[in-house]
């Protein structure tokens, strides 16, 4: 049996529909919101005789990649999020990796290049969707799309991207695994542009709808250095949130921003907050050096996040963020 397993959003998706237009493959899909990144141990080790595993940090399934290679399963990994320690892994005759934790590079481009654009239309809209506006550009001017062209996979990146946040599936407007069964069925994205009554057309009247909603976000810093700003405890917040760090980021390119989302599981004796950072765009790197600082937080230089900051402790959150930049 062969497994599946991909992060939620437009890179982990896109990376996979890559993967299979090229090398189809009956699979276990295992995937889920963004945030839900400790996905391997779903995965039946009894049953398992090799593994994909796409856009979630090795760092957070070392134990369960471990049990996998010490009961001889071959496991292929692509990510760009920080690693932690893989010299266990990179000797191991059944693991074959593509790690690449280059602030410029996602998981959808490093499998790009791993079968020679062969699907470069769908890795563009990736790079978009994962807001890396310059990776994106480049493959285009190499690809020789139009504005138009290029304008309408920019758009479909952000909006498979911004479908993956979520504190649970119910959320969601589709499920990821959902949302790629429907998209793998098109080589070429840019087919999408002709459809009417899409994904694309669902996606993007949702999103612009959220995303209205987003403007009144109240600003808690907003300094030369970083802006922090927080959305309340609703389901089109919590669809924003990345996607919302990402507009921001593009619009103040040497700031870096925060936007802290209400958890639906706070109460009035813990309130907590989900927490998107975004280091400038100008200076791609610290992100996850901020996060981590906190316990449940991770992610990659140029975006990171925290995933539980209770409330008591965001001043602290907030001097991190300053000091870091500043």
Known sequence: MHYDVFNGDADGIIALIQLRLAQPQDAVLITGVKRDIALLQQVDVSKAQSVTVLDISLEKNNTPLTKLLNNNVAVFYVDHHRTGDISKFINNEHFTGLLNTDANTCTSLLVNDYLDNRF???????????????????LVNKMGLSIQQSSFLAELG????????????EDLHFHPAELYKQLISYKNPLSLMTKTNSVFTVLKQAYQQDMAKAQSAKILVDTGVCKVVELANEPWARRVSGVFSNELANQSPDKAHAVLTLNPSSCRTEVNYTVSVR???????????????????????????????PAANIDEFVACLSDYYG
């Open 120 to 138: 470069a239309y769908w890795a563009i809209a990736a790079a978009f969707g994962d807001n890396m506006q310059q990776s994106a550009q480049q």
């Open 158 to 169: 952000v909006y498979i991207n911004y479908n993956g946040y979520g504190a649970s599936i």
């Open 279 to 309: 280091a400038p765009l100008n200076n791609k790197q610290g992100a996850d050096e901020v996060c981590i600082q906190f316990a449940t937080g991770g992610g990659r230089a140029g975006a990171a996040g925290i995933n539980k900051l």
